[in-house]
């Protein structure tokens, strides 16, 4: 588009969506550059939400957009949407020229995530104090409800929803989500917005308006019940008496920072379960909500609601994100955790008399509670959703990353620290009171990941890492005595706190901005630590001890199954050896072993012998690790382990998982399919198809293959009848015809799934078999045998004649004695 002149707004967004059809994105973000510079706000006003949704996608996943989560490096587009979407680009510059007016944007209530919308359809204003007075009410009812965000807000919100919009990634498409354009733009837009160095550079647009929005007014003398962190007194607000909203002045410096950061943790993170939405509700809650319900049906005129929306149970969520979801969520942690740690020294503890003097800065006091009042609670149940429903494989990885860098803070300080000398670090005693406030992300998710791992198979080499990955974690120097002074302080016996004033303080989830009103400061660390535990898991939770009795029996069990799994791997290291060892000299021609369970197709590429060293040397790593961390005696392990390996000899690992015989044949039992899982015992692979119909294999020639077949089919067509009479015979003749022309191998006596036992009984007639001659091992032995009878002056037909003789001598002497030597 060329230099926009004037014209009618209707025809400018005509003409943009014209121009998104024929135009390519370079042309199209050049003319976009040009309007922005050139329109004015009222007119820009009109475009806004079609250019926001043209580039992020609708919220209903209809319209693609630009694929921002599917545009890589490599992509000519990708610096053309990079350069225009960055903080600093014609976007942002868009956002801030009309956040300088009073324009809003309606979000429909039903994007909202799960818990926001329950509230809002119980009638009750929601935790989060990003969507207080914004609600616009319909004459529609309840289930039209829309939200009216100021344009950073929207903005953000579409942003950010764009990542829990379902992608179908098109046909060979393999490129990393770490690289992706949205990841990008999300860390340029975290270490812009919340930078560890300077403060928030100011919008390039006056706000005379004050775009912050400030939660209620609230009283200093705000009493809690227990140590829970609901307050009663928030659900008293109900959403058609929103109270007036008045911006804090000096919350203005960094209001971006704060929209910016409930948004992501609100749409990333605020979703969970029918179960845990309800077990997030204390009884005082319950009991506020019942008594608001009664004093509302009270009223002569109460607002139109739905069917239906009068109870708890009308929330329920499917969530399963996906391992770039995690990832990006892992991204904030890990900035997070480095935007709080750049918090100056000085204001950690500031004394007294500086105190009276300087007043630390927004964003600076905003660093000192990020973490704990803005992420913790969410992120904990994230977490604990992932952990409960994420399937057990190797994805698990990004959800394992996630947790480990959040319990880790001491990770993202800007030191510089030798990976070798990070080991024996013993971490100093300023992070005691991050381990005690955050106590369940260490002792509650650790029994979670404990349960995940006995179900695992530790044969493989990425779950044996993520098995040492936390192991190694944990067994930090100091971290374990930290978590087990948390856990004595959390069960300090109640009647000892009685005579302490409770005494609580405010957080996002509970309607407050941390700039709404000054908390007092506490300094009763037994208290913190039970307010933590009771909000996270409520008040009538029980807790198991991480170093109690039942947790170190579980940890014992686990020792056993990895023990069980390094000799698994030792075992199938050592055959694959001796078959590497036995096959070496045949590779030279391309022969390779006639033995159908050594050419396994199915075979897993993580069972390679490189992959089983890893295997052993992580489970070994691991075992070392959890010693440390619950103190166990090495030489009750190490008979542990002698006691296990004694019990699991050869014979043992040669036997079936356990079965019990079913009405159609076997049927697996529980502990079965735990000796499977952890590699203890396995079924034998066969092949229990026709052998004649098998797939050629790489040491048989292919054209000789179908000759054979050809030839031999042929033969048992026009014979076969004589064939079944001669193999029915009980003299010595019908036990000579059986062993020529009967398959030994699928008459055995082996126990088979009813399916393939019907194979075997339509398979077991006689017949004639020419395909051994077509393998590359018997041509060449056959191929020897001719060139030794020529030295020996022997003809073709002299050679052949003596090896039917042998043949028959052989298949004689087999009749006569083969059932002898079976025996013995």
């Known amino acids: 588009m060329a230099a926009p002149t004037l014209q009618q707004p209707s025809f400018l967004l005509a003409n943009l969506k014209a121009d998104s059809t024929t135009k390519p994105l370079l042309q199209r973000c050049q003319d976009l550059v040009k309007i922005i510079d050139d329109y004015p706000a009222k007119e820009l006003h009109l475009i806004f939400p079609w250019l926001v949704e043209s580039v992020f996608g609708s919220l209903d996943g209809i319209i693609a957009g630009w694929n921002l989560r599917l545009l890589h490096s490599r992509s000519h587009e990708y610096n053309i949407a990079m350069e225009f979407l960055n903080p600093g680009g014609p976007m942002m510059k868009l956002v801030y020229k009309l956040q300088a007016e009073d324009y809003k944007y309606e979000i429909p209530v039903n994007y909202l995530p799960g818990p926001v919308k329950a509230c809002i359809q119980e009638g009750v204003l929601p935790d989060c104090p990003l969507f207080h007075n914004k609600l616009q009410f319909p004459l529609s009812g309840l289930l039209t409800l829309n939200l009216a965000l100021n344009p950073f807000e929207f903005f953000m919100f579409n942003f950010a929803y764009c990542l829990i919009i379902p992608k179908i990634h098109p046909q060979g498409h393999h490129g990393s989500s770490t690289d992706s354009a949205y990841f990008v733009l999300v860390d340029a837009y975290l270490k812009y917005f919340l930078p560890s160095e300077g403060s928030v550079p100011p919008s390039p647009f006056s706000d005379s308006r004050g775009s912050v929005t400030a939660p209620s007014p609230r009283a200093s003398s705000v009493s809690f019940a227990g140590y829970g962190v609901h307050s009663p007194s928030l659900l008293k607000h109900h959403i058609f008496h929103q109270p007036s909203v008045n911006a804090d002045p000096s919350a203005q410096e960094i209001w971006r920072t704060e929209t910016l950061l409930q948004m992501f943790v609100e749409i990333w993170l605020h979703h969970y379960s029918l179960d845990m939405y309800q077990k997030l509700q204390s009884p005082q809650v319950k009991l506020a909500l019942l008594q608001y319900r009664l004093s509302m049906s009270s009223m002569p005129c109460q607002p139109h609601?739905?069917?239906?929306?009068?109870?708890?149970?009308?929330?329920?969520?499917?969530?399963?994100?996906?391992?770039?979801?995690?990832?990006?969520?892992?991204?904030?942690?890990?900035?997070?955790?480095?935007?709080?740690?750049?918090?100056?020294?000085?204001?950690?503890?500031?004394?007294?008399?500086?105190?009276?003097?300087?007043?630390?800065?927004?964003l600076e006091e905003f660093k000192r509670v990020v973490v704990q009042r803005f992420v913790q609670q969410k992120l904990y149940l994230f977490l604990q959703h992932c952990f409960g429903h994420w399937p057990l494989d190797a994805s698990f990885r990004a959800v394992l990353e996630t947790w480990l860098s959040y319990i880790q803070p001491w990770r993202y300080t800007g030191e510089k620290i030798n990976p070798q000398a990070d080991q024996t670090r013993t971490l100093p005693d300023k992070w005691e009171s991050f381990v005690?406030?955050?106590?369940?992300?260490?002792?509650?998710?650790?029994?979670?990941?404990?349960?995940?791992?006995?179900?695992?198979?530790?044969?493989?080499?990425?779950?044996?890492?993520?098995?040492?990955?936390?192991?190694?974690?944990?067994?930090?120097?100091?971290?374990?005595?930290?978590?087990?002074?948390?856990?004595?302080?959390?069960?300090?016996?109640?009647?000892?706190?009685?005579?302490?004033?409770?005494?609580?303080?405010?957080?996002?989830?509970?309607?407050?901005?941390?700039?709404?009103?000054?908390?007092?400061?506490?300094?009763?660390?037994?208290?913190?630590?039970?307010?933590?535990?009771?909000?996270?898991?409520?008040?009538?939770?029980?807790?198991?001890?991480?170093?109690?009795?039942?947790?170190?029996?579980?940890?014992?069990?686990?020792?056993?199954?990895?023990?069980?799994?390094?000799?698994?791997?030792?075992?199938?290291?050592?055959?694959?050896?001796?078959?590497a060892a036995n096959n070496s000299f045949l590779s030279w021609f391309g022969i390779g072993s006639p033995d159908l369970n050594n050419t396994f197709a199915g075979a897993e590429p993580e069972e390679s012998g490189e992959c089983l060293k890893k295997t052993h040397e992580f489970l070994d790593r691991a075992l070392e690790n959890l010693c440390q961390i619950f103190k166990l005696n090495q030489g009750q392990l190490t008979q542990l382990i002698a006691n296990l390996g004694s019990s699991q000899d050869d014979g043992n690992s040669?036997?079936?998982?356990?079965?019990?015989?079913?009405?159609?044949?076997?049927?697996?039992?529980?502990?079965?399919?735990?000796?499977?899982?952890?590699?203890?015992?396995?079924?034998?692979?066969?092949?229990?198809?026709?052998?004649?119909?098998?797939?050629?294999?790489?040491?048989?020639?292919?054209?000789?293959?179908?000759?054979?077949?050809?030839?031999?089919?042929?033969?048992?067509?026009?014979?076969?009848?004589?064939?079944?009479?001669?193999?029915?015979?009980?003299?010595?003749?019908?036990?000579?015809?059986?062993?020529?022309?009967?398959?030994?191998?699928?008459?055995?006596?082996?126990?088979?799934?009813?399916?393939?036992?019907?194979?075997?009984?339509?398979?077991?007639?006689?017949?004639?078999?020419?395909?051994?001659?077509?393998?590359?091992?018997?041509?060449?032995?056959?191929?020897?045998?001719?060139?030794?009878?020529?030295?020996?002056?022997?003809?073709?037909?002299?050679?052949?004649?003596?090896?039917?003789?042998?043949?028959?001598?052989?298949?004689?002497?087999?009749?006569?004695?083969?059932?002898?030597?079976?025996?013995?």
């Open 305 to 362: 609601a739905p069917p239906g929306s009068g109870t708890l149970h009308t929330y329920q969520e499917p969530f399963s994100p996906s391992e770039e979801h995690v990832l990006v969520v892992r991204l904030l942690v890990k900035h997070l955790h480095a935007f709080s740690n750049s918090l100056k020294p000085e204001q950690l503890s500031p004394s007294p008399s500086a105190h009276s003097h300087t007043h630390p800065s927004p």
């Open 436 to 579: 005690q406030e955050n106590l369940l992300m260490y002792t509650k998710l650790f029994q979670v990941f404990l349960n995940r791992t006995v179900r695992t198979d530790l044969v493989n080499a990425k779950n044996a890492l993520m098995v040492f990955r936390v192991a190694k974690v944990f067994a930090q120097p100091n971290l374990a005595d930290m978590i087990q002074k948390g856990e004595q302080l959390f069960l300090e016996p109640e009647h000892v706190l009685h005579h302490r004033q409770p005494r609580g303080y405010l957080t996002p989830s509970q309607g407050g901005s941390f700039l709404s009103s000054r908390q007092r400061v506490m300094t009763d660390v037994v208290f913190r630590v039970k307010s933590h535990v009771y909000a996270l898991e409520g008040q009538d939770c029980q807790y198991k001890q991480m170093f109690g009795s039942e947790l170190r029996g579980a940890v014992m069990k686990l020792i056993q199954i990895i023990a069980q799994a390094r000799q698994t791997a030792k075992r199938i290291s050592d055959h694959s050896n001796e078959v």
């Open 654 to 824: 040669k036997q079936l998982p356990d079965c019990i015989q079913g009405e159609n044949g076997l049927i697996l039992t529980d502990l079965g399919r735990r000796q499977i899982l952890n590699g203890q015992r396995r079924f034998e692979i066969h092949y229990q198809g026709d052998p004649e119909l098998q797939p050629i294999r790489s040491y048989e020639s292919a054209l000789l293959v179908r000759l054979f077949y050809g030839i031999s089919s042929l033969v048992n067509e026009r014979f076969g009848g004589h064939m079944n009479a001669l193999c029915s015979r009980p003299d010595f003749l019908g036990r000579l015809g059986r062993h020529y022309l009967s398959d030994q191998d699928s008459a055995s006596k082996s126990r088979h799934s009813p399916v393939s036992r019907q194979g075997l009984d339509r398979n077991r007639h006689p017949r004639l078999s020419l395909r051994p001659l077509a393998s590359y091992r018997t041509i060449v032995l056959l191929l020897v045998f001719y060139v030794f009878g020529a030295v020996l002056s022997f003809g073709p037909v002299s050679s052949t004649l003596l090896i039917l003789a042998g043949g028959f001598l052989y298949g004689l002497f087999m009749t006569l004695f083969g059932d002898k030597l079976k025996t013995h």
